[in-house]
């Protein structure tokens, strides 16, 4: 399955986004740059008939958590550094619970802090993930995500994308938990995380932040 194949059906599948029309969908994929892959070709009912719902929802975890990263000599899978995430939030971090452990999301406590932590292969739809508590997404930026963010107030104020491949942020949520993260990637794998350039430059643009000297 193909990267875009694997972000549509997580798109289908994914309760969160409600139900989509194949214009809905089309559009979508148009604005993500994703021209060339027919939205009749996975509806909910084909991709549902091809497996069970469990064993569906299992094959697209093991998609996500497969994707790799390569840093500098080094290589991972998401779901190793998920993985490794937890762990370092169970034994490194005082205050910080593990709520719940998913094999793409990690529901974490700081204090009286609440967030998710989430694997995505696309960013889909993205404003339709937005929920009560700070969402983390870890996945692939795009020009169409990030124009999404700039011109969405309340999804910026809720969720954040980090991509880990090419180590670019779009984070304007207060959460400390966003902010263990980085620690995590810096103690752990040497790397930091830098705000997207074509994201900062939109919130100036917008008059949002400014950058003004003296």
């Known amino acids: 399955m193909s990267p875009a194949e694997l972000a549509i059906l997580e798109a289908l599948t994914d309760p969160r986004l409600g139900e989509l029309s194949e214009a809905e969908l089309a559009s979508e994929l148009a604005a993500h740059g994703l021209i060339g892959h027919d939205p009749g070709l996975l509806s909910r009912d084909e991709a549902a008939g091809r497996e069970s719902g469990h064993e569906l929802a299992r094959h697209l975890d093991e998609a996500r958590r497969s994707r790799r990263i390569e840093w500098a000599a080094r290589t991972l899978t998401f779901g190793e550094l998920l993985d490794t995430f937890a762990r370092f939030c169970e034994e490194e971090l005082e205050e910080t619970t593990v709520i719940e452990r998913a094999p793409v999301r990690l529901d974490l406590s700081w204090r009286r802090e609440r967030a998710r932590v989430e694997l995505r292969a696309g960013l889909l739809f993205c404003e339709r993930l937005a929920g009560g508590d700070p969402l983390l997404l870890l996945g692939d930026l ?3 995500a990030v124009g999404r963010f ?8 809720r969720v954040a994308v980090y991509d880990l491949v090419r180590l670019e942020k779009v984070n304007t949520v207060r959460c400390s ?3 263990h993260f980085e620690w995590f990637l810096r103690d752990t794998y040497g790397v930091k995380i830098l705000p997207a350039a074509d994201f900062t430059q939109g919130l ?6 400014s950058l003004g000297f003296g």
């Open 150 to 157: 700039l011109d969405d107030a309340a999804l910026r104020s």
């Open 204 to 209: 100036i643009d917008r008059g949002v932040i």
């Open 142 to 144: 795009t020009e169409a």
């Open 177 to 179: 938990i966003f902010v």
